[in-house]
């Protein structure tokens, strides 16, 4: 079965804009949750939706947001684009959210903020 | 709160010598456990994970873990080490128990491997 597909793959913004990432999890997972990762802080959680419902959020300022639709498909956007948010943005679905599902991630997309 | 730390950013084996990468978490009950590979310009990819049961873990290509509750440690080996084992190496963690923490990942090592 297909695996996480996140697009666009990727993208080159300028600092103040906006940016739209999608992910559209394996079939019949429900959960899917957004990872930042960057050289200097590695990998940090941005948030999880079981549902379309936000059911946590990582210490991000308000600028990123999220959400989850009927289909378990997710997007998350960034507003007032700054330098240091040029990071490669990963998502992962799981089946739900209890502590032992493996998160299946897509391959990212990287975004590089000029 | 749940942590967990990966020792050495960077280590490099020789082709066919062991391979060791290590992992210690810090928790108030023991997690689940899982280690994850990172091949360039790819997400994240699940090698193994401990749940309950057997200690010791068997993943893909070759590598196992042994979950040490005593030592806090889910150190990651392969016998004999690869060309195409060079890849970015996470432990994570996750809890137990249904409530609102998420898979929190160590900072990642980075393994090259010497011709």
């Known amino acids: 079965k297909a695996g996480v597909t996140q697009t666009p793959r990727y993208l080159i913004k300028t600092r103040g804009q906006q940016v739209t990432l999608s992910c559209s999890p394996i079939?019949?997972?429900?959960?899917v949750s957004w990872y930042q990762q960057t050289p200097g802080q590695g990998l940090q959680f941005l948030f999880e939706y079981f549902s379309e419902t936000q059911r946590n959020k990582g210490n991000f300022p308000g600028r990123f947001s999220g959400r989850q639709f009927s289909n378990s498909r997710s997007e998350m956007n960034v507003s007032t684009l700054e330098l240091g948010d040029s990071a490669l943005y990963l998502c992962?679905?799981?089946?739900?959210?209890?502590?032992?599902?493996?998160?299946?991630f897509g391959a990212g997309s990287r975004l590089t903020v000029l | 709160a749940q942590s967990v730390t990966q020792l050495g950013s960077h280590v490099s084996v020789s082709e066919g010598a062991l391979v060791l990468l290590r992992c210690n978490y810090s928790s108030s009950v023991p997690p689940y456990l899982f280690w994850y590979v990172q091949y360039p310009n790819q997400g994240l990819q699940l090698l193994l994970k401990y749940t309950t049961g057997a200690t010791l873990v068997k993943g893909i290509n070759g590598f196992e873990a042994e979950f040490k509750k005593s030592e806090t440690s889910f150190h990651l080996t392969k016998p004999s080490a690869h060309m195409s084992d060079a890849a970015e190496y996470f432990c994570a963690v996750s809890p137990t128990n249904f409530g609102n923490e998420k898979l929190t990942f160590g900072t990642g090592t980075r393994l090259t491997i010497i011709p």
């Open positions: 079939s019949g997972h429900r959960s």
């Open positions: 992962a679905s799981s089946l739900d959210v209890t502590g032992a599902n493996v998160l299946t």
